[in-house]
């Protein structure tokens, strides 16, 4: 899809770049888990979202490259922009913790892009309705593992409910950043190209407070203090040494091919 | 031989799928279509899953065999719209999904956070058809499959999910 006015154009680069960051990251973070998973089926569970992610965030990447020049290539965008260049939500960076914090990382963020994907199915750009619709039914399968554990873990052992417990509370604050919208998203709303996430907000918190309490855990109230940043570049320390994993052997080797 | 349409979707019903080798590209809904612009042979595809690995080689595939039938010039395209869905495979595929051990996919459901929260689809053991099945992993040995366990016949099996 192409756009002749620039403003609207450079708009739709940076949403695109952040659709694609959002899954870059958390992928990675998952893909940690290769080999790491705490039992095989879990090992496939991870490795097989942070896949689904990985393709989502190449469909992005290559439609932002292509709305930035003809020299630029997907490649570069993961491999060759610096920590304050990343446009990604902080929470997709965090540590995975122990398997209760990746599982609740992950079932605030499921549920997020399935509320962002039941509407940019219907963007004005070709490419970003097509991508949605290929890729909310991959969410599908995302959401309801991190359910499932949920509701294991909460409702489990004394020891797996207060670990489950520790993971809430330690999330919690990243999940405000997820209804950003500034400059960028206001435009594209404008243009019926980005969905409007401030009317999804009540949506997504009465979906994850159920399933807390389906998971006999406490509510918890979407109203406090929320870090934020990582949409204008701003990251936590996580990111500095996700990049340094990522990026490290095409920078050394910048010529090398797959 | 001339090269028509006809004929080169006739040649890649040989292409297999590398993960499921008795079943071809065309059986999957994955091979959308060919046509022939100049003297070139445009064949288009479209991914499972937007990760989906074998891609890359079923690319590979359609080319190999296109160029050992005779036809050189080969470009392949991949399509995201419409979005792969597995409707698209035909019964007799589900049938051989069944004869391999894998419970086929049944049809898929209206897209909703309640739909995906609150399934009760069950599925039948592909050995004993019996009903009394449960899930095990929502993941299996492909991103496709999720894996289950029927309770009559003592036996794990793969279920390839609607999609």
């Known amino acids: ?258 | 031989m001339v090269i028509t349409e006809e004929n080169i979707l006739k040649i890649l019903e040989n292409v297999s799928d590398p993960e499921i080798p008795y079943l071809s590209i065309a059986d999957m809904g994955i091979l959308r279509g060919a046509r022939i612009e100049e003297d070139v042979a445009i064949i288009t595809v479209t991914p499972t899953y937007s990760g989906c690995p074998a891609m890359y080689e079923i690319r590979k595939r359609i080319v190999e065999e296109l160029r050992a039938n005779g036809v050189e010039r080969v470009k392949v395209e991949t399509v995201l719209s419409p979005a792969w869905t597995t409707d698209w495979m035909s019964d007799e595929a589900k049938e051989k999904l069944k004869e391999s051990g894998i419970a086929p996919p049944g049809k898929t459901n209206e897209f909703s956070i309640d739909n995906i929260l609150n399934n009760t689809d069950s599925v039948a053991c592909p050995f004993c058809n019996s009903d009394n099945t449960e899930m095990r992993a929502e993941f299996s040995a492909t991103a496709c499959k999720s894996l289950y366990f029927c309770n009559d016949c003592d036996q794990p099996f793969e279920h390839f999910k609607c999609h």
């Open chain 1, 1 to 258: 899809m192409t756009y002749t006015d620039d403003k609207l154009k450079n708009a739709v680069r940076e949403y695109t770049i952040r659709l694609a960051d959002d899954r870059m990251i958390l992928s990675q973070r998952l893909s940690e888990l290769c080999g790491h998973g705490p039992i095989l089926e879990e090992d496939i569970a991870t490795t097989n979202t942070a896949l689904d992610l990985l393709g989502q965030a190449k469909l992005y990447y290559e439609k932002a490259a292509e709305l930035t020049n003809e020299n630029t290539s997907a490649d570069d965008l993961v491999f060759f922009r610096n920590e304050r260049e990343f446009t990604n939500v902080q929470i997709v960076e965090q540590d995975n913790g122990d398997f209760a914090h990746t599982i609740f990382r992950q079932l605030l963020f499921d549920v997020y892009e399935i509320l962002l994907y039941s509407d940019l199915v219907n963007s004005k750009d070709e490419d970003l309705k097509a991508i949605a619709a290929k890729a909310i039914k991959e969410t599908k399968y995302h959401l309801r593992h991190s359910r499932d554990w949920m509701l294991k873990l909460g409702g489990g052992t004394e020891e797996s409910h207060r670990r489950m417990k520790d993971a809430v509370d330690w999330f919690w604050s990243y999940s405000g950043e997820l209804f950003y919208s500034d400059e960028v998203d206001e435009l594209l709303i404008n243009e019926g190209i980005a969905p409007d996430m401030s009317k999804k907000r009540d949506e997504y918190y009465k979906t994850v407070n159920k399933i807390l309490e389906e998971s006999e855990l406490d509510e918890m109230d979407p109203d406090v203090w929320m870090q934020s940043g990582g949409r204008n570049g701003r990251h936590s320390e996580s990111l500095g040494h996700i990049l340094a994993a990522m990026q490290y052997l095409p920078r050394s080797m910048p010529d090398a091919k797959w």
